[in-house]
């Protein structure tokens, strides 16, 4: 099995070094600030970026589920991302990944490129011929880099803002680039963000990786327009990953989004469906009646939202209200299926009381 790896390790970088031995057309620089962590209570891998190009995310963040994420920039070469990947998956570290892709590449002193392991460990490269002002910072788990920026101030406060901030990885790399914009970030201008975070089965009903997937192409404040969306996609997307992790931690992020949600918005909808998928997972019974009943609230003709409502009283352990309150639900839906079967549970539950 050993030699087995030590073949395809060495297969690996030869196909890297053959990838390397064609030379890329011409194209833009992709001056940028960026960010490549690791969290590994949620084990989750990500890259958030900016940049006065068009459409950055389409070409800086690589990340890949119980691999690593690699961030490519300056004169990028997308290669970084693809094999760095690879070599990653292989079981190279990000040091020894680095190392193999800069071997072969004949304009390395131009790019400038992050990689985070499987294990958290990171690597980073500034290439001498990178436009100034460039450079990169590392800690645990994490690097900050850029180039083309209008100083060193724009790491140190991506630095910052990384560390100080609590929650979801891609809250915390958010806040990172959030703060780099702020401190200057990109010396010729804003135009483009992105957010890449991925997790095993943490993507939409846990039927692929990719937990947070966001571009800003096009913007007059595309950092601001990502946060923008973030907001939304945390609400909606991210709580049921995260409410079915088995560590405390990770759980807790999803009742900070819900009580962030709550003290921020009025949406019965997105209300309803927090307090759906608690209630089907018996959790924070208490918390979970009163969203239900706030989104009720908000909408007191929607026979789904009554719905929700039954579950919710049914999940606290009183069947007879969630049948009272189905019941209201078939008045408005009488030949809902999916009510009807409801009734019926709760009706049993009733009875064998």
């Not at 994420?69 to 680095?98: K, N, S």
């Not at 390395?108 to 690597?123: E, K, L």
């Not at 947070?212 to 192409?217: A, R, T, W």
């Not at 299926?337 to 409801?342: C, D, I, P, W």
């Amino acid at each position: 099995m050993q030699n087995r790896s030590v073949i395809c390790a060495a297969s690996l970088a030869l196909l890297a070094a053959a990838a390397f031995a064609v030379e890329p057309g011409p194209g833009p620089v992709t001056s940028t600030f960026s960010i490549v962590a690791f969290d590994p209570e949620a084990r989750e891998w990500g890259v958030a970026v900016a940049s006065r190009v068009l459409a950055v995310g389409y070409i800086v963040p690589w990340a890949r589920a119980e691999v690593g994420a690699v961030a490519t920039q300056a004169y990028a070469d997308l290669r970084y991302g693809r094999y760095g990947l690879e070599l990653l998956e292989a079981g190279f570290t990000a040091e020894q990944a680095l190392q193999v892709l800069l071997e072969f590449d004949a304009e390395a002193q131009q790019r400038q490129v992050a990689i985070v392991d499987s294990a958290g460990r990171v690597a980073a490269f500034t290439g001498a011929e990178t436009m100034a002002w460039a450079g990169d910072r590392q800690g645990e788990h994490y690097s900050v880099q850029g180039n083309i920026l209008v100083g060193e101030r724009v790491l140190v406060a991506m630095e910052r803002a990384y560390l100080e901030t609590g929650g979801p990885l891609a809250r915390r790399l958010l806040a990172a680039v959030e703060a780099g914009d702020e401190a200057g970030g990109d010396s010729r201008g804003k135009q483009s963000a992105a957010l890449l975070v991925v997790r095993e089965r943490g993507g939409y009903q846990a039927l692929s990786d990719l937990l947070v997937d966001i571009s800003v192409d096009d913007d007059p404040a595309p950092v601001a327009e990502l946060a923008r969306i973030y907001d939304l996609w945390e609400a909606n997307f991210l709580i049921e990953p995260y409410l079915d992790s088995a560590d405390p931690t990770v759980r807790g992020y999803a009742l900070e989004i819900i009580e962030r949600a709550l003290a921020e918005k009025d949406d019965a909808q997105l209300f309803n469906s927090m307090a759906w998928v608690l209630a089907v997972r018996g959790l924070y019974p208490e918390r979970t009646l009163e969203i239900a009943h706030r989104a009720h609230e908000l909408e007191p003709d929607d026979p789904n939202i009554m719905d929700t409502v039954a579950e919710a009283h049914y999940a606290a352990g009183d069947p007879g209200s969630a049948l009272e309150w189905e019941e209201r639900a078939l008045t408005l839906d009488p030949e809902n299926g999916f009510f009807l079967e409801q009734r019926a549970k709760f009706h049993a539950a009733v009875e064998g009381d």
